[in-house]
C-alpha cells in the first residue's frame, strides 16, 4: 500500500510515517511538507493520501476536488486539530474517506489506513459522526463570493477589491450582501467569525 502525507509541519510527517512503519513495515510511505505535490504525485499515484486542513498557500479543498476529479481511486484522510462543526461537514461532504482529529490517539489513525488497506470504509469517530449528523448544510458561497471574503479577512475596502478584482464597486457591494445574508451576519465583524465557523 502506498501513502503519502502531506502536512507543512515537518515533525507531523516524520512521527506519522515512523509510527505507521512500526506496525506496518510493509507499506511504502513517504512524505512532503510542500501542498503543491499534485503535479508530482500524478507520476506515481498512491493509494492513500493523508492530508492537514490548513496549509499556506493551498485549499485542502481544491487539493480533494483535484483527487476525486483526477484519480477517484485514491483514498483521502483528513488529519487535523481543527473541530469546528462547519468544517468537518464540508470534508465530509467534499467526499473524504474519513477525518481524524489530531487530539485523539494515533492508533486512530492506523486503524482508518488498516481500513482502507482492507478495502473497507473507516468508520467515523463517534465524535466527529455526531457534529456532522447535528450540523446544518454549509451555505454555499460562489467563487467570487470566496475571494471577496478572503480581500474582507484581509481589511481591503470595497474600492481597494474593485479595483483589484477590475469590477465596479457596486458589484463588490451585492457580494457583501450575498455573504452578509448566506451567513446570517449582521456587519463584517460577525461575518468573519460565522465563516470561520462554518468552514470559509
Keep these: 500500500m502506498k501513502i ?20 506496518h513495515p510493509e507499506y511504502n ?9 499534485l503535479d508530482e504525485i500524478f ?19 481544491d ?3 483535484r483527487l476525486r476529479k483526477e484519480w477517484t481511486a485514491c483514498a483521502i484522510i483528513i488529519y487535523t486539530i481543527h473541530e469546528e462543526a462547519g468544517l468537518l461537514r464540508r470534508l465530509f461532504d467534499a467526499g473524504v474517506d474519513n477525518i481524524v482529529l489530531k487530539s485523539a490517539s ?22 466527529i459522526a455526531s457534529i456532522i449528523k447535528h450540523t446544518p448544510d454549509t451555505p454555499r ?16 475596502s470595497s474600492c481597494e477589491m ?12 451585492s457580494h457583501r450582501r450575498h455573504l452578509l ?14 465563516a470561520q465557523k462554518a468552514g470559509w
Design 181 to 194: 445574508r448566506k451567513l446570517e451576519a449582521r456587519n463584517v465583524a460577525e461575518l468573519i467569525v460565522k
Design 4 to 23: 503519502l502525507i502531506v502536512d507543512d509541519h515537518e515533525i507531523v510527517t516524520y512521527g506519522v510515517k515512523k509510527y505507521i512503519l512500526e506496525h
Design 43 to 61: 507520476l506515481d499515484i498512491p493509494d492513500l493520501v493523508i492530508l492537514d486542513v490548513e496549509y499556506p498557500e493551498s485549499n485542502v479543498f
Design 141 to 156: 458561497l460562489t467563487a467570487a463570493e470566496q475571494t471577496v471574503l478572503n480581500l474582507i479577512r484581509q481589511g481591503l
Design 106 to 127: 494515533v492508533s486512530t489513525l492506523l486503524s482508518s489506513i488498516e481500513s482502507i488497506a482492507r478495502g473497507e470504509q473507516p468508520e467515523l469517530n463517534s465524535k
Design 162 to 173: 474593485a479595483s483589484q478584482l477590475n469590477v465596479s464597486e457596486n458589484t463588490i457591494e
Design 63 to 65: 487539493i480533494i476536488a
Design 29 to 37: 510511505v513517504t512524505t512532503t511538507v510542500n501542498p503543491a505535490f
